[in-house]
């Protein structure tokens, strides 16, 4: 994935930092959360989130949801790496209304 397709987010939540990291989609220009961390500032956030990057395909499963956008015509495919499903959907839907999104399907990929 390109840097350009990264997006990292800090905020101050609580005296603490948090950080998210988006990637978006260059097919179709969407915006997903892959993970966040918080910290005490921002170095120890992103501390935190590259041994998150280097270790979560050995730690989280792996799902593919078929989703459309409002308005659209066109069936989307997209991957996430999630505990379980609904931590899955949340990183579908962050940052956006649930309503703008109609997911058709959600399945649990096998281990390969």
């Known amino acids: 994935m390109s840097g350009g ?18 990637t978006v989609n260059p097919r179709h220009s969407q915006s997903f959360l892959l993970h966040s961390e918080t910290g005490y500032d921002r170095l120890d956030a992103l501390r935190k989130m590259l041994a998150y990057v280097q270790r979560y395909r050995d730690q989280e499963s792996s799902y593919t949801i078929q989703w459309m956008a409002r308005n659209d015509k066109e069936l989307n495919t997209s991957y996430f790496r999630a505990r379980h499903m609904y931590e899955a959907l949340d990183k579908l839907y962050f940052g956006r209304d649930m309503n703008t999104i109609t997911v058709f399907s959600i399945v649990l990929n096998p281990v390969s």
């Open 5 to 22: 397709n990264l997006l990292f987010e800090f905020r101050l939540i609580d005296h603490k930092t948090r950080l998210d990291l988006i």
